[in-house]
């Protein structure tokens, strides 16, 4: 007979590598906290509906508290022979308290027990996330305070487009922030569901009280379909597709820090803290850390296909496949975290260039919509105002002549509606300070959206 906890029907035992090969307890060990602590309310339950002893159940408890003890400390020793986080612990427990240990896994399985220990790391992990998200809207929040009226050029196609506040820009991200903390708020309603009791799939025999171990593990509902409690992953689903989007983001974030912090821009000097030397140039001051969470990407978009491919051809209920859906979100947790972490720090430290900024949009044609609107505020129809002010841009490239460079006398030859207020009209300062349409750039409406996310954070 096999030395297996699960072996009374087979004759032979595997080979150490194959053992190996069917093993996760190198992966699943981090759930050894919400292992114990499920199995903690799972006996707690059996003894207080008289499926065991109350003397058993105390027994059983006490033993799960020492190995609880011990996992804290970091002391527990494991192996590859008992498979995974649950057949270790429950070996643990018989050599702590003898045969009496085996009455724990009366009425449970370890498909609803391994389903329990994911929904409780996933919950507890979100609010990390959520915590970690909301550091870095008050980071960003106090360097757009600091930035309202910094002047720099907003881009589209990377080209340079309109002048805008930098702290308007930096308030983009917030927004995107805040639909990150949304979307993983969501995620832990589907999170905070217990599946224990749901047994390998089809309940048990054993009058169990699952509402019993709701409350004892603070979930907020319970699954009510016992195949959906044990083959349900859409929650760790959920995690690293909205964890795909946030390092998107991020991704986006990075992508303009390395360029503000180039020879070309100079918009913004990174933190030695952030920043790596080269081995052979000098004077070399790269953007290592900005690189690094933009390139993480790609392994939090393999972590979400991988388990969706995964996932895709699985018949209800369990199936070994789904040992594979931790590693990947173990992976994708610390990855996000460690890039909020990153992220944050590199925007708290960071030197913004003001005059450089501003500087980038006095010698371009980014006042060109100025002209424009200023003509059809004087009637011209835009579509015509539109043609004239592209003309007069393409002769300025030629002759390397900017809007406000050119005289009054030339402005009234093209349109005797334009008179001397045409040169406060162009300032890049004004055309950002005019622009005060509800979300827009001006300095008003930026410290308005300040004001909001100032009371939205504190709520």
């Not at 309310?41 to 006490?62: D, F, P």
């Not at 106090?142 to 308030?171: C, D, E, R």
Request: aromatic content about 8%; charged content about 20%.
């Amino acid at each position: 007979m096999s030395n297996k906890l699960w072996g009374g029907r087979f004759e032979a035992t595997n080979e150490a590598w194959i053992d190996a090969f069917g093993a996760s307890i190198e992966v699943d060990q981090i759930l050894v906290v919400e292992d114990i602590t499920g199995s903690i309310a799972h006996v707690t339950m059996l003894g207080n509906t008289g499926i065991i002893t109350q003397s058993e159940a105390a027994q059983i408890k006490a033993g799960l508290e020492t190995l609880l003890a011990k996992a804290q400390a970091g002391t527990l020793e494991y192996t590859i022979e008992n498979e995974d986080i649950h057949l270790n612990i429950e070996k643990m427990l018989h050599d702590e308290i003898g045969p009496v240990a085996g009455k724990l896994h009366t009425a449970r399985s370890r498909n609803d027990q391994v389903a329990t220990d994911m929904h409780l790391w996933v919950k507890k992990t979100l609010a990390e996330v959520d915590a970690e998200l909301l550091k870095l809207q008050q980071v960003f929040l106090h360097q757009a305070k600091q930035n309202v009226t910094t002047i720099m050029p907003g881009y589209t196609h990377l080209q340079h487009a309109q002048p805008i506040s930098f702290g308007h820009h930096l308030l983009a991200y917030m927004s995107m922030f805040q639909r990150d903390r949304e979307r993983f708020a969501n995620n832990v309603a589907h999170a905070d569901i217990s599946p224990l009791g749901a047994a390998a799939l089809a309940g048990t025999t054993f009058p169990i009280d699952r509402q019993a171990t709701q409350e004892l593990l603070d979930f907020s509902d319970i699954y009510g379909n016992s195949l959906d409690a044990v083959s349900d992953r859409d929650y760790t689903l959920e995690f690293l597709s909205n964890s795909a989007i946030l390092m998107m983001h991020l991704s986006r974030l990075c992508e303009e820090i390395i360029l503000w912090c180039s020879h070309e821009f100079q918009f913004v000097t990174l933190s030695d803290t952030y920043s790596t030397g080269s081995s052979i140039m000098p004077q070399k001051k790269n953007p290592d850390m900005a690189e690094l969470v933009r390139g993480k990407i790609g392994r939090v978009y393999g972590n979400l296909i991988g388990l969706l491919t995964t996932m895709k051809g699985l018949p209800l209920a369990y199936n070994k496949d789904m040992q594979e859906d931790k590693e990947g979100v173990f992976d994708t947790a610390e990855t996000i975290l460690a890039s909020l972490k990153i992220c944050a720090g590199m925007i708290d430290t960071m030197t913004v260039n003001t005059d450089i900024m501003e500087q980038s949009v006095q010698k371009d044609f980014s006042n060109a919509t100025e002209l424009a609107d200023y003509l059809a505020n004087k009637g011209v129809p835009f579509r015509e105002a539109h043609a004239i002010v592209g003309k007069l841009v393409l002769d300025g490239l030629k002759t390397h002549t900017y809007l406000s460079d050119i005289s009054l006398a030339d402005y009234q030859q093209i349109s005797p509606l334009i008179e001397q207020d045409i040169y406060h009209t162009l300032s890049a300062r004004v055309a950002v300070e005019r622009r005060n349409s509800y979300g827009g750039t001006g300095f008003a409406q930026v410290q308005h959206q300040l004001d909001l996310w100032a009371q939205k954070l504190n709520n």
